[in-house]
């Protein structure tokens, strides 16, 4: 079992590393003023609120701009899982659309979460395969 757990945690530190060694940042050019970008970390602090009262209380310790980071990142995986697990349409097609929303270098303005999940990417150089690789494992769920 210890060179399977080996194994296995091999392979999960590759994937993590991945996206480091291939360096792919995120591309981005906001379109977005500045009060755009605001309510748009203002709508994922709102998301955090209210789907997870123990993480946005802990965030509530951050700097700002840290605390409005770590909402994008949770508005964004929250927005991810739930097209899969709480969505009555087209999961597959929805998940595909979102996938092309987030992923953008350039989002909607309208379109908050990918918004300021955008600005974070590029404000802390996220590189584009952590998020590829969180909604590979959102779709596994399909």
């Known amino acids: 079992m210890t060179a399977q757990l080996e194994f296995w ?43 997870s009262r123990t993480f946005f209380i802990a965030s509530a310790l951050m700097r700002r701009e840290h605390r409005q980071a770590i909402q994008a ?39 908050q979460v990918a918004l300021a999940w955008a600005d974070t990417c590029a404000r802390y150089q996220i590189p584009r395969q952590y998020a590829e690789q969180l909604l590979d494992g959102v779709a596994s769920d399909l």
Not at 14 to 32: K, V
Not at 35 to 45: E, L, P, S
Not at 85 to 94: E, S, V
């Open 9 to 51: 945690e091999h392979n999960l530190l590759a994937q993590a590393y991945a996206p480091l060694e291939n360096r792919l940042r995120h591309t981005i050019e906001l379109s977005a003023s500045a009060a755009q970008t605001r309510r748009a970390y203002q709508h994922c602090r709102e998301i955090t609120r209210e789907h």
């Open 73 to 111: 990142l949770y508005a964004f995986c929250r927005v991810s899982d739930d097209i899969v697990d709480r969505n009555d349409g087209d999961r597959a097609t929805d998940l595909r659309a979102w996938r092309q929303r987030s992923l953008s270098g350039h989002p909607p303005a309208e379109d």
